[in-house]
Each structure stands twice: as structure tokens, then as C-alpha cells.
């Protein structure tokens, strides 16, 4: 298995306290989506119940159900109260979910995983395209993460095009450990606070 993230530079102790106040003070993920709690199961698991959007993904539970997606959850309330990690939930005005983000952090390396997905309705819409924008942006500027590292399966044509045109660096392949056991090989990218902002600040 290989241990995430690959560029590892050690974060001062202020730095990680801020990371981890702020990953417990969060609500909302820059008014996009709210983090993920009992009210959500319903909506979440009828939305991981499709596999178009699931089976590519591999730090959901292997079986998508009510009580999996319920622990997921309070797996997320629980790391959330470290300061480690995030599960939020975007819904639409009849309360569906119509995406979710998954943010896995490391405070010792101000570095941080972003997953989730995107209802397959609103996948040609642009709109999984400006939720990942805004999420990055968020993840640097309120978070305070140095670097996002993000894994996506070979097969994954879609995210990869999204990475590669955001401006991730493409640092190769690695395996990455399942919920369930195993390994699934994936492909790895990385990008940088000082990257993004000079991707942000070009004409």
C-alpha cells in the first residue's frame, strides 16, 4: 500500500492547530454542501446506490445500505471531531443528494484527499467541474491544507481530464488501500497552494 500524501513536508504546530480548528468549525463547504449527519443517510444512500457513481470509488464501503452508509457517516462525525476529516453532503430544493465530498486529512502535513462524486444528471452540466473549483479553493484558503492529493482508478477517463486540466501534477501510480481489504491500483496527482494560486492569478 502506499501511504498518502507522497510530498510530505512537516507542518508547524500552529499550522496544524488551525487545520484541525478549522476542520471541526466546519458547516458548510463554501455554501455548496453541509456536513454529512443522521438527517443525510436517506438521501446519501440512494445516491452511493447507484454503481456508475460508487463502483469507481474506493474508500466507500464495499456495500452500499442504509446501516453502511450510516456508519460512513459517523466514521466522518468522528474524524471531523479529530480535526481529520470532513463528509459533506450538496442536496438539491427536494432534499436529494445530488453529490457529496470526502475529505481525508493529514494536519503533521497540512496535506489533504478530496473524493466524492457527482449525481450522474448533473455530470455534463459543468456543475462537478465548479464544485471541484470551489472545493480546492476552500480547502486552501479556509482549511489552510499546503497541498491536495487526489487518486482516481486507472479506468477513470472523467477525473483524470478534470486533473489534468485543473493543473494537478500527474505523479504516476500507486495502490491504494480498500475499506474491505486489498489494494486497487490508481493513479496519483498533487497540487500546491503556490500552484494553485498562480494557476488562479493567470489571465
Given at each position: 500500500?502506499?501511504?498518502?500524501?507522497?510530498?510530505?513536508?512537516?507542518?508547524?504546530?500552529?499550522?496544524?492547530?488551525?487545520?484541525?480548528s478549522?476542520?471541526?468549525?466546519?458547516?458548510?463547504?463554501?455554501?455548496?454542501?453541509?456536513?454529512?449527519?443522521?438527517?443525510?443517510?436517506?438521501?446519501?444512500?440512494?445516491?452511493?446506490?447507484?454503481?456508475?457513481?460508487?463502483?469507481?470509488?474506493?474508500?466507500?464501503?464495499?456495500?452500499?445500505?442504509?446501516?453502511?452508509?450510516?456508519?460512513?457517516?459517523?466514521?466522518?462525525?468522528?474524524?471531523?471531531?479529530?480535526g481529520?476529516?470532513?463528509?459533506?453532503?450538496?442536496?438539491?430544493?427536494?432534499?436529494?443528494?445530488?453529490?457529496?465530498?470526502?475529505?481525508?486529512?493529514?494536519?503533521?502535513?497540512?496535506?489533504?484527499?478530496?473524493?466524492?462524486a457527482?449525481?450522474?444528471d448533473?455530470?455534463?452540466?459543468?456543475?462537478?467541474?465548479?464544485?471541484?473549483?470551489?472545493?480546492?479553493?476552500?480547502?486552501?484558503?479556509?482549511?489552510?491544507?499546503?497541498?491536495?492529493?487526489?487518486?482516481?482508478?486507472?479506468?477513470?477517463?472523467?477525473?483524470?481530464?478534470?486533473?489534468?486540466?485543473?493543473?494537478?501534477?500527474?505523479?504516476?501510480?500507486?495502490?491504494?488501500?480498500?475499506?474491505?481489504?486489498?489494494?486497487?491500483?490508481?493513479?496519483?496527482?498533487?497540487?500546491?497552494?503556490?500552484?494553485?494560486?498562480?494557476?488562479?492569478?493567470?489571465?
Amino acid at each position: 500500500m502506499t501511504e498518502l500524501p507522497l510530498t510530505r513536508v512537516a507542518a508547524s504546530d500552529l499550522k496544524q492547530r488551525y487545520i484541525r480548528s478549522a476542520i471541526r468549525n466546519t458547516q458548510s463547504l463554501a455554501a455548496i454542501a453541509h456536513v454529512a449527519r443522521d438527517e443525510d443517510i436517506a438521501a446519501l444512500t440512494t445516491l452511493l446506490s447507484n454503481p456508475d457513481i460508487s463502483q469507481p470509488i474506493y474508500t466507500l464501503p464495499d456495500r452500499i445500505d442504509h446501516d453502511s452508509v450510516a456508519s460512513f457517516i459517523h466514521q466522518h462525525l468522528d474524524e471531523r471531531k479529530r480535526g481529520e476529516g470532513l463528509l459533506m453532503v450538496s442536496t438539491d430544493e427536494h432534499e436529494r443528494a445530488i453529490a457529496y465530498y470526502d475529505i481525508q486529512v493529514w494536519p503533521q502535513w497540512a496535506s489533504c484527499e478530496l473524493g466524492g462524486a457527482i449525481d450522474s444528471d448533473y455530470q455534463n452540466t459543468r456543475q462537478g467541474s465548479s464544485g471541484a473549483l470551489q472545493a480546492f479553493t476552500w480547502l486552501f484558503d479556509v482549511i489552510g491544507v499546503d497541498l491536495i492529493c487526489e487518486t482516481a482508478a486507472l479506468d477513470n477517463v472523467r477525473t483524470a481530464r478534470l486533473l489534468d486540466r485543473i493543473g494537478f501534477t500527474y505523479m504516476g501510480e500507486i495502490n491504494s488501500k480498500l475499506p474491505g481489504g486489498g489494494l486497487r491500483p490508481s493513479r496519483y496527482w498533487e497540487l500546491t497552494k503556490n500552484d494553485w494560486q498562480g494557476l488562479q492569478s493567470k489571465p
